[in-house]
């Protein structure tokens, strides 16, 4: 029996050093029938595409934006180029261990329809010097809607393998930026279960000066805070339906309006979380949190 095609897309913009890198993890999987198309979010040079002409292999392609579009915009134009049974997403900054398209089929493969996304386990490696700093390997299987509703559960959308028909008809929200692949997740996982290979397959970069969504800065703080409030959005009856992990929500949005010093917003949202569920033990834990954060602030003025 022939074994399924698997797209492999690769989003790209401005990292032309490290897409070479990406390009040639796909090229040496153990797994050969795949096609790779590497989306170009508009680059502000034609390097990626003269990186991408580099490789002779012709499941290689190129295809290239306009004008910049954002991440889930570029994933949703290589699902439209996809004619594979599988799609499979690569970050142009991660790396693919050789067997990860192997295994990841071979577990498909012995799945029911319900299952729509395959995962497996990743390293956080800094560039700079190659060291590991985490290992993230999550057990999650079957159903997970209600763990997908609160967070991303499952890991990076570098590990993901996807039923192709699902994904077409889910696609990446382009209207958000922040929580990107928990969002898509948290989507599909309303009708679908996962599972996962459960060994390291996945190499994700930090930590190497380029582009990283990070909550750290203003900027990412604040897309954090819409991402979460996008949920209630969203996912409005079933957060209804379970009032603690939609009272966590609640209290991780007020924590990071502490973080920006807008303590009225912080308050107000801290009341939500604990008129939503006065049981729920972490939002006190971040309320004594964000108090902390308060003192330190001002004890440092």
Known sequence: MKSPKVTVVITTYNRPGLLERAIRSVLNQTYENFECVVVDDCSSTHKPQEITQKFTDNRVTYTRHEQNMGLSAARNTGIEHSDGEYVAFLDDDDVWKEKKLEKQIDLFERLEDKYAIVYCWMNYRRHTDEKIINEYCPSHDGNIFSKALEGQPIGSGSTLLVRRSIAKNTKFDVDIDRGIDGDFIRRVCQEYYVDYVPEILVEYYVEHGKDRITSQDESGIRDAISGHKIKFDKFSTELNAHPQCASRILAKIAYHYAQLGEWRMSVKYYQKALSTS????????????????????????
């Open 278 to 301: 006065p049981t729920t033990v972490t939002v006190y834990r971040s309320i004594l949190s964000s108090i902390k954060a308060g003192i330190d602030h001002y004890g440092h003025r």
